[in-house]
Every structure is written in C-alpha cells, then in structure tokens.
C-alpha cells in the first residue's frame, strides 16, 4: 500500500489543461497543415504530383492538396526543388464537409469543422457515448484514438466515451479504410446504433482509402457506405488533431475558420 | 551443423543472390530439405508461392532460419496441378503457410489437417482450392469451424466488431461451463490486399505499405523494406543511418511493451500500472516524434538510411526524456510484481509449453516467454545489431507473467541500448543515394520487431521489378499459440492471455 502511494506522488498529476490552457507542445518535425506558395512553382515540372503515393496533389488550373488523401509523408515537398510545399505545424485540420479538405495554391483561410446543428447539439453536446469500428487500416488511427482515453488527454472529462455496443452509443467512429470483409459488419454496426446518430471518419483510410486507395479490397472509405459528419485527416492524425476536431463538433472550441498556417514551422 | 547442402543455398539476412542460383527440387527433395533442417533446430521463416513463367503454374519457395550458424537457406521446387502433398502433419509449423498458398494460388496441401482460408479473398490465379463458385460472395469469417459435441457444451462465438477500440476478428470458444476446450481464431477482416500491391514496385506507395504493414511495427517493417532495396541496389548505409535505425527500432518496442504491461494491469483490474504505463507509451512514443515528427516512425526510414538526423541538442533532448521514462517506468512496472492480486491472474495462466512453440514456429517475445532463445538481432544480424549485441532474454514457465516479465527485462535493454547509441554515434551522412534494383535476384530481411521477426522476401524479375513481394509478420506465426494457450484456460481469462501475446490483426491479414 505504502509503495502504492509513493508511486502515485512520483507519477504526478499529467492532465492536460487543453482547451482551457495551451496545447500540448507538438514536435518542431511535426508535419500539420501544408501551404502551397504558387509564385515559387516556376515550371509547373509536376514531380510534387508524381512523388505523391495517393494522389493528393493535384495541377490542374491550380495547385491542391486533398488533406483527405494526404499522409503528411511530405514526399511532394521534398521533391519540389522550389520549396512550394510546406509541411507547417498546424494540427486543426478537422472539417464538416468533405470539399472542405482540399487545400488550394495561396489559401489564406481554411473552412474547419463546424459544430453540429442546435437540435443534435443539445442531445450529444454534453454527453456523446461513440461506438469505434475499425475497418481495414494498420491499426495507429485506433491507438491514437485510444491515447485521449489515458490520463493525459482524458477525454471523459468532456463527456465523451467509447462505448462496447453500438446500442448504447450515439454514433461511429471510423477508421481504415472499410475492407470489403468489414463492409458488412460495419453496416449492421451502424444499423444498430439508435438514431439520431453521428459518423466519424478518423484518418486517412477511412476518409479515403488512405495508402490503400483504389483497392479492389476495401471501399475507399467510410463514405461509400455511410453519411459522414466530421473527417479528421492524418496518417495517423495526432491526438490533438482528433480532440480538436471532436471538441469543435460539439462545440467547445468555436473559431470555424483560422488563418492559414505560418510557413516553415 | 550448417546448412550447406546440393538442396538449399545458403547466404545470410539482407544480402541478395541470383535467382538462378537456387536450385529447383523435385518435390521429394523440397519437402527432404525442409524436413532435415527442422530436424536440426532450424525454423521455417517463410514458405510462400510466385508465379513461374509457365501460365498456371508455381514455384514453392521456402526460406529456412539456421540460427544458431547466423545463416540463411533457401530453395524451390515446382507445383504443376492445383494440389501439392502437405507438409504440416509432420511440420505444423508450416500450416498457416500451406493455407495461404492455397487461398493465394488455387493450390490445396493435400492432408492438411485444417485447411480452411486464411483472409478471404478470391485466389490470385482464378483457381479455388474449395471450389467455391465464382458468382459467389466470399464472406469473412463464414467457414466450417471446428465443433465440440455433447450436451452441456456450449459454444462462445465474438466479434468481428469488439467492445474495446481494437481491430476485427471472429474468435470461436468451444467451452465446458467456464473451461475452453478449444479456440479457434478466424481473421481477415483488415485484408487490403499488401502483397498483391506491392508487386510492380518499387513504386511510389511501396515504402507507405511497409509503414502501415501493422501501424504499431512501423519501423521494423519499413526497415525489412529498405533493407531489400538497399541489398538489391547493392548500396552501403552509413554507420549513423545505422544506429539511428537500431534507436527508432528500440523505442518502437519501448514504447509496445510499456503499453503492454499498462493494458495487462489494465486486464486484471489494477489501475495505477494501467494508468502509469498508459502514459508512458506515449512519453515514447513522443520521443520517436521528436526524431521523426511522427508518433509511429513514420517517415524516418527510407532506402538508403534515414530522413532525419539528430544534432547535440536533440541527443541531449532525447537522452533527457529517456532517463525520465526510465524512472516513471521502473516505478509504475515493478508495482505488478510487488501485488499478489495480480501476480494470482498471471501465474500459470495462459500456459504455452516450450515444445509447443518450438512446433508452432513461435517467435518473439512470446518464444522467448516459453524458453525459446529467439531473436533476429542475435541470430541474424543485420545493421547495427552486427556491431552492438543485445543479450536475448528468455523466461520458462510459458504463462502470461513469463510474457509480461519478459518485455519487462526487454524494456531494459532497449533502454540501456539507446543510452549507448545515442551517446556515441558515428558521424557522416544520414542517407546515401540508392541505385536501380537489380534483377532476376531473390532477397531476404529478418527484423526483430517487438512482437517478434518481421520477414520480408523479394523476387525480382528480368526488369528488375518485384515479381513476388512476400511479407511475414511475427503473428502470423504466433496466432496460433494464442489459440493453444486456452486451452482448458477459463474463458474468463481470455482478454489477459490475448494481451499478453498482443498480436497484430492487420500484419496478419495484410
Ligand atoms: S504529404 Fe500528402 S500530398 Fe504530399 S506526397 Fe505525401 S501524401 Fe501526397
Ligand atoms: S490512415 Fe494511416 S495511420 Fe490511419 S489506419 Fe490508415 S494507414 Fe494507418
């Protein structure tokens, strides 16, 4: 018992003061949001496109970057020789609707998630119970998710739960890619969540198929099968980038829209 | 006793050789070959099917581990027909390997004892080792599992969506009121089809599939990867690359085990531990982003060395947080050892006898728990661990305190590891550029990752493309010793004994 309480007075107190307080400090190497400088790009050489495993970057009329599809490998950036591409340190990155993800050439302001309406707002805002189904994926979209639940991020202390039946829960949290094997199980899951219910795409993968895009196993994604509320990109996104976009679903964090990141972080 | 002979070719982890000089066996032989090494202690690291060039038909290949030489053997034979004699009732631990040839290539072991699919998917070739029509959906999990009769016999079936935040799969109790008699284990469900998209390459997804093989294992995979790369472009890393690799390789299992034991103390219902460790994962995991940016490594490892390098004060940095993880761990871990309560749920539960997991084909943490003395980077060593030894820690009673305590004294090692790498890196580049891939060339590399060898196998073709990429996570081999552990185990006692081995659903289904 004795040990017991000196292992607790050496451990400490750890919770993040996040919101109220600063963020967690993220790593320099961190790699956030991108900003694309045009001006820099002078021969349009396409080898930000060619390097890109999933084709995120696109140059068609303008330069984009569909954080949907994007792994934050920063592999466009490093084959830029004109250092168009940066990889900033900014970790909101969490959006309601999907067109909201592509990032364009000189963007000074990026649409991030709104929070829900006010009817389901008063239902899940102070207490939202998600069932999580993984579905394809290499498993770090689920570790990461599962870090708010320790007692560093603690996410209980803002009322949401994961929870080991969809009865009991008020919506899904998604990641991988949906696999055609887990196609069917993710429906029933979903059918037998109690309505009105939310969906979560957390990830890459279960944005859009992540590396695994175009695959004849899985679906590309959770919206091919279901209505999706709140994406949160990253291959796998930091927990701070999932407890942002989860805090401004429900509220708790209001600024839709921030200036585009600084450059070079 | 080595393992030169007229029926393998001998080489060692992570140097290529021409695919001619492996010699085609008449079955007979090939199946002589693997027999008598396994007779002699070796293990079979790999057996997997290529494409041969006449349409239809296949090459057999299998990789065979001589640990205690520190080398490598690796023939082939042809299989014509869509069946081929199984191996597995004299050698189990091929049988998952056989299965997988099967669903893969149309090609059923004939007196496999269990041959049902592994993943469930449509085979490779068109051909169905179980016949199943082609207008047919092939449903995961939906096969014939094994029943056990009797009136008060009942049956457990969970999953493939779990209660907690953790991966598919199906797993089968056939249970005598609280005892197990059996368990069978039915997965597949997070195949996205790894192997088939990584032949063509190199290509721009290829190192992306190995960084996301298992998420938690990211650099013990994307490290097998560039180490085929680097053996078929013939290219030298440099001692730094090296180290930084063996310290990115040592955290990832650092930052495992600490979570392991936080989530069996989790499993027993002893809360400091679970909490403590909890943290402290991603106290490591944190350092791993300090080196990388990413929590999971990603973006650390490529062909040719590193991505990032680390300048004095980011060794200080890094050293600084060691020594406090170290001390928070120490205190949180040795907590289990001290309480009855919890040492009552690890003894003798679980129990995987060593000759068991010799048979099986174990590796990893979960071998060295039942007394194997197993370990790549001891047998077969490949970049820094040919210069910097780490001793292979082992355990005998087999049971889930074996499991923990072993990545108990692992976790010390790594640490102790670190500490000496980083205090003395060898200075110069971080990465060298990488040349084409040679072709027509074959190429093994042997990790240890935290659950055990990661094995990646390339074949390249006369364009110098992989013909064949083959990639064996450590539980693909070790599901099935979980299985076995449960046996008359209470079923009550399946989340501990499922932690303590911890395996990767996604590196199995691939
Ligand atoms: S960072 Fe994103 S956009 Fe850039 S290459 Fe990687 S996946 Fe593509
Ligand atoms: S998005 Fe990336 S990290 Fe998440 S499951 Fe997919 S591959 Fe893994």
Redesign the pocket.
């Known amino acids: 018992m004795l040990r017991l309480i000196s292992a607790r007075r050496q451990q400490g107190h750890r919770t993040t003061t996040y919101p109220d307080g600063p963020a967690p400090p993220l790593p320099d190497r961190f790699r956030g949001r991108p900003t694309i400088d045009v001006a820099k790009c002078a021969d349009g050489c396409r080898e930000c496109v060619q390097a890109c495993p999933t084709g995120a970057v696109t140059l068609t009329d303008k330069m984009r970057i569909d954080l949907g599809k994007c ?1 934050f490998c920063s592999d466009c950036a490093d084959a830029c020789r004109d250092h168009a591409i940066t990889y900033t340190n900014e970790y909101a990155l969490a959006a309601r609707r999907r067109e909201d993800l592509v990032i364009e050439q000189d963007e000074q302001v990026h649409d991030l998630a709104a929070a829900l309406d006010a009817k389901l707002l008063g239902l899940f805002g102070r207490s939202l119970k998600l069932r999580q189904v ?1 579905a ?7 570790a ?1 998710v599962n870090v708010l639940g320790t007692v560093g991020w603690d996410l209980g202390r803002f009322g949401i739960q994961f929870v080991a039946s969809p009865r009991h829960a008020d919506g899904l949290l998604i ?3 949906v696999t055609r094997n887990m196609e069917l199980a993710l429906k029933k899951t979903y059918e037998a969540t109690a309505a009105p219910k939310i969906v979560i795409a ?6 859009s198929g ?3 895009i175009d695959h004849e196993q899985t679906c590309n994604g959770a919206e091919a099968l279901l209505p999706v509320d709140l994406y949160i990109p ?4 930091h927990p701070l980038t999932i407890l942002d976009g989860l805090l401004r679903l429900l509220g708790r964090i209001e600024d839709g829209s921030r200036p585009a990141a600084r450059s070079g972080a | 006793m080595s393992l030169e002979s007229a029926q393998t070719t001998a080489f060692t982890n992570g140097r290529s050789i021409e695919l001619g000089a492996i010699p085609t066996l008449e079955f007979d032989g090939f199946e002589d070959a693997i027999l008598d090494a396994v007779a002699l202690g070796q293990r079979v690291a790999a057996l997997f099917a290529a494409p041969s060039a006449r349409p239809g038909g296949a090459l057999l290949y299998v990789v065979l581990a001589d640990d205690r030489e520190n080398r490598l053997g690796v023939t082939r034979t042809k299989i014509d027909g869509d069946s081929f004699p199984s191996l597995t009732p004299q050698c189990p631990q091929v049988h998952m390997f056989e299965r997988e040839i099967a669903e893969q290539f149309g090609s059923s072991p004939t007196g496999h004892p269990w041959l049902k699919p592994v993943r469930y998917h449509r085979s490779w070739t068109g051909r169905d080792a179980w016949q199943r029509p082609a207008h047919e959906a092939i449903l995961a999990g939906v096969t014939d599992f094994y029943r056990v009769g009797g009136d008060e016999v009942h049956e457990v079936a969970v999953g493939p969506v779990h209660a907690g935040v953790i991966e598919p799969g199906h797993f089968r109790f056939q249970c005598h009121g609280e005892q197990v008699f059996h368990l069978e284990i039915a997965l597949g469900y997070q195949h996205r089809g790894v192997e088939q998209a990584m032949a063509g390459g190199p290509h721009a997804r290829s190192i ?1 599939y190995a ?2 093989v298992a ?1 938690d294992t990211t650099i013990a995979h994307a490290t097998a990867y560039c180490q085929i790369v680097e053996a078929l472009a013939r290219c030298q890393k440099t001692a730094r690359a090296q180290t930084l690799r063996g310290v990115a390789l040592e955290l990832e299992r650092l930052a495992n085990h600490v979570g392991d034991l936080g989530a069996l103390a989790g499993d027993v219902g002893f809360l400091p531990t679970a909490s403590y460790c909890g943290r402290i994962r991603g106290d490591f995991l944190n350092m791993t982003a300090l080196l990388c940016g990413s929590r ?1 490594g ?1 973006g650390m490892v490529r062909p040719g060395g590193v991505v990032f390098d680390v300048d004095d004060a980011r060794v200080a940095e890094l050293l600084r947080r060691l020594d406090a993880a170290e001390r928070d761990t120490a205190v949180a871990v040795n907590l289990l050892w001290d309480t009855p309560s919890v040492m009552a749920r690890f003894e003798d539960i679980g129990p995987l006898p060593r000759q068991v997991a010799m048979d099986l084909g174990m590796v990893g943490p979960a071998a060295r728990a039942s007394g194997l003395a197993r370990d790549v980077r001891h047998d077969q060593p490949s970049g820094i661990f040919r210069f910097a030894h780490i001793p292979v820690s082992t355990y005998d009673a087999g049971d889930v305190f074996a499991r923990a305590y072993i990545r108990w004294l692992e976790i010390q090692q790594s640490t102790a590891f670190i500490r000496d790498q980083l205090s003395a890196i060898p200075a110069g580049e971080v990465r060298v550029p990488v040349g084409p891939v040679a072709p027509n060339k074959l190429v093994v590399a042997l990790n240890e990752g935290w659950r055990g060898e990661v094995c990646h196998v390339a074949i390249t073709d006369a364009e110098g493309r992989f013909g064949r990429y083959k990639i064996v996570d450590p539980s693909f081999h070790n599901w099935t010793g979980l299985a076995y552990a449960l046996r008359n185990q209470q079923i009550s006692d399946f989340p501990v004994c499922n932690k303590s081995f911890n395996l990767s659903y ?1 590196g199995h289904d691939l």
Do not use: K
Request: proline share 12%.
């Open positions: 792994l993984s394809g994926g290499c498993n770090a979209c689920e990461d990641t991988g890619p957390v990830g890459a993968c279960a944005i992540g590396p695994y990253g291959c796998p996104p | 992306h960084e996301t998420g999971f990603r996604c």
